[in-house]
């Protein structure tokens, strides 16, 4: 069994302990679902989620209710989002979209279990204790050795470049600290030069793209995050109007004007996400 199913089995088997209980006390026990990003922005995100459960015999409003939550891609507003769910007692906390999320729905509760999608190591990170033993927190998915990959996928479209750059959120800290050391560790193997650029708001994300102009990055590597997933759009525009080959993780980006994603589906992780959720 390879290592990314085995962590899937974990975040079912997790869930479903608790979710057995609160079934036993409600007729409609409640899903707390943080979007780290903005739901407005990303519609899909839900609907993903909503079909995960109805593929599995729970349908919204009749036997499950879900108390859907927004950071609008400011992490600052999480401990707050989080507090609110825990307050309302929900059965399960679901954290779809990255580390931020889940690391203040940890900071916030130990009785309530927490399903999460995260691309690092989560025993690394302080998520969890082990693999084996998780503490009552789920794991759905570990994505953290597919960001080396990009860049060499995109190194492989441009083989005559020799200067890269990657786009990381710096408030989230765990999430970029594995991105930049794995992705430093790839272009120093490769023989290329790895620029590094933050930006945590839509005007940092503008000045990035001018500084990778005025240095003339040769390609655009971006980060895994909650905030960067919900400017997929703008990131994909900025790329268009620089003329910079650029590659992301998710297809929005790719719909969007972006060059190329690389990754599993993120729709298809948050249908699965929801189908751990199976013994409601």
């Known amino acids: 069994m390879r290592r990314r199913d085995f962590i899937t089995l974990i975040g079912g088997s997790a869930a479903t302990t608790w979710v057995r209980s609160a079934h036993a006390q409600s007729s409609r026990p409640e899903i707390g679902f943080i979007d780290a990003g903005s739901t407005k922005r990303n519609p899909e995100l839900m609907a993903a989620f909503v079909r995960g459960l109805a593929e599995n015999g729970f349908v919204v409003d009749r036997n499950v209710t879900i108390e859907s939550r927004s950071s609008g891609g400011d992490e600052r507003m999480l401990p707050g989002v989080v507090k609110d769910l825990v307050q309302r007692n929900v059965a399960v906390i679901t954290t779809p979209a990255g580390v931020a999320a889940t690391m203040a729905a940890k900071a916030a509760t130990t009785s309530i279990p927490i399903v999460f999608l995260v691309a690092i190591d989560p025993v690394a990170s302080g998520l969890v204790t082990s693999l084996s033993h998780p503490g009552g927190t789920g794991v759905t998915t570990l994505n953290v050795e597919v960001a080396p990959k990009r860049l060499e996928v995109l190194h492989e479209l441009l083989p005559q ?28 193997k490769a023989g290329l030069v790895l620029q590094v650029l933050n930006a945590s708001s839509e ?45 992301f993780q998710y297809r929005a980006f790719a719909i969007a004007g972006g060059l190329i994603s690389y990754g599993s589906s993120f729709l298809t992780r948050i249908i699965n996400l929801g189908f751990t959720l199976d013994d409601y």
Do not use: C, M, W
Not at 161 to 188: G, H, I, S, Y
């Open 161 to 188: 470049a020799k200067t890269f750059a990657l786009l990381v959120n710096p408030t989230n800290a765990a999430n970029t600290a594995a991105t930049v050391r794995d992705l430093r560790a790839a272009a120093q």
């Open 203 to 247: 005007d940092e994300i503008d000045r990035a793209f001018a500084t990778l102009d005025a240095d003339h990055a040769d390609g655009l590597v971006i980060g895994t995050d909650g905030f960067l997933i919900s400017r997929s759009e703008q990131l994909a525009s900025l790329a268009l109007r620089y003329r910079i080959p650029s590659i």
